[in-house]
């Protein structure tokens, strides 16, 4: 068969069509959807999500049949990592509610009037 010792190691013919669809399917569709998701949940929680890939991986890859049982420090590690996500994007929903009831308790600045009419107001 071929030889592997190349420069590139993998690159051949049989791993392109692979590779290519690893990097534009998934690679980028992943990547775009996580960039979408900034617009609607906060940066730390997405990132901290991320921290899910290896356990969801664990589990799919089990399931599928493609992986064996996973291992002690999996079932250790992986509700360790759960909790974390949890405690976090409780945490960020629990701050934001708070930060949205102190907007809504603020009084207003005067409807209808811009800041530089309002101290004008509030001098003479």
């Not at 308790?105 to 009419?117: A, Y």
């Amino acid at each position: 068969g071929e030889s592997y010792c190349s420069q590139f190691g993998w690159a051949s013919a049989e791993f392109a069509l692979p590779v290519v669809y690893l990097a534009f399917g998934p690679g980028l569709v992943g990547h775009t959807g996580l960039n979408a998701c900034l617009k609607y949940v906060e940066p730390l929680v997405v990132s901290v999500l991320l921290l899910l890939e290896p356990v969801v991986g664990t589990i799919l890859g089990y399931l599928v049949g493609y992986s064996a049982v996973p291992g002690m420090f999996t079932f250790i590690g992986g509700p360790l990592i759960l909790a974390g996500c949890l405690w976090v994007t409780i945490a960020s929903h629990r701050r934001n509610k708070a930060a949205a009831q102190l907007i809504a308790d603020t009084p207003p600045t005067g409807e209808g009037q811009s800041t530089d009419e309002i101290e004008l107001t509030e001098r003479t």
